[in-house]
């Protein structure tokens, strides 16, 4: 009887420890599984903490619908522009809804020259403060790079070929070593609460056009790909900047077009995007984003990378409904982080709604549909 019981004892002692290994090793699986999704592969392992949070907030953003963007959002507007000496802090988008883009974009064309204005005249100085109060607010910044021409000192939409002269053994390769140390400093003077602020850099975008001096056909593929990682290299191991994150974005496919064929490779790639633009011509407008940001999913999701809308609009917004009938249900289920609509220019050149516009109904009802996420709904959502 007494060895009956002892047996019972220890097939209990057994299965209690069996149970408490089996525990632990789920609560520490699942740990790993956590600190895997906080601590994503980027294309800097010595990425910033803040720069880690903002992949993070960006896959949690994806997740509830999709940040709305907006190009030189607080820099200039219809019939205003910054003033450098006493920052008024505004948007034409806020003028219209009552809240800010989530997403600022701002373009570093012509730092490489050391100029004090960019291509647009955005004072360096002031974009720095500009960013500086987005990132203050929870926003979102992202940065384009219209580089002049190196070879013919053109600007970015001058085709003469020259990416193959400044990757490594081109003839003007210290000049280009120049321009991105310019570029890597400006990047460095971008701090809040001396913590340095976290931006998304997409480079040599819209490749696979003939826009560009960086597009095809004025550069190979393989040299494309070359400058891309040889950039990355220079600002990340040479210039110690390390509050980037890197995305790539084609412009949209034509049929014969491969999304990866000028893809410098998952190491050098943090985040999956593409421009689409609607030229008056929203069917096949409608056609070509569902189709292209589907095949932009499928490819993020293999490679385990975020994707974005990085670019689209349609100048003047002369098509009625366009934000709620014709561009919502397209990217409504698409899963992107974000979407960035191009700047307001001018009268005859800007892609959002301003105070008196005739689409200006309309994107306030864009602004209350449950996808949509401006700056006050990005603030809400927890990392």
Known sequence: MMLSIKNKNLKFYCKSVLALLLMVSFYSCTTTQKQKEKKPLLVDDKASESCLNLYQKLNEISKKGFAIGHQDATSYGISWTQNDDSLIIKSDVNEVVQDFPAVYGFDLGRIELASDRNLDSVSFVTMRKL?????????????????????????????????????????????????????????????????????????????????????????????????????????????????????????????????????????????????????????EYTEAVVKDLELVKNIAKEKNKLYAFTETGLETISTENWYSEVLYPSIENSGIAWVLFWRNGRLDHHYMPYKGHSSESDFKNFEKLSKTLFLKDINVIKK
């Open 131 to 283: 960013m500086v109060d987005a990132h203050k607010k929870g926003g979102i910044i992202t940065i384009s790079w219209h580089a002049d021409n190196p070879t013919s000192d053109g600007d970015s939409w001058d085709k003469t070929p020259a990416v193959a002269h400044i990757i490594k053994g081109g003839k003007n390769r210290a000049k280009y070593e120049l321009w991105v140390e310019r570029m890597a400093n400006f990047i460095k003077s971008l701090q809040y609460d001396n913590q340095p602020i976290p931006l998304v850099f997409r480079p040599f975008h819209e490749m696979n056009g003939a826009w560009f001096w960086w597009g095809d056909p004025n550069c190979t593929a393989a040299e494309y790909k070359q400058l891309w990682q040889e950039t990355v290299q220079l600002l990340r191991d040479t210039h110690n900047v390390h509050n980037l994150l890197y995305a790539y974005s084609p412009n949209k496919l034509n049929p014969s077009d491969d999304y990866l064929k000028y893809y410098p490779g998952d190491d050098y790639v943090d985040i999956l995007g593409i421009d689409i633009y609607d030229f008056k011509n929203a069917k």
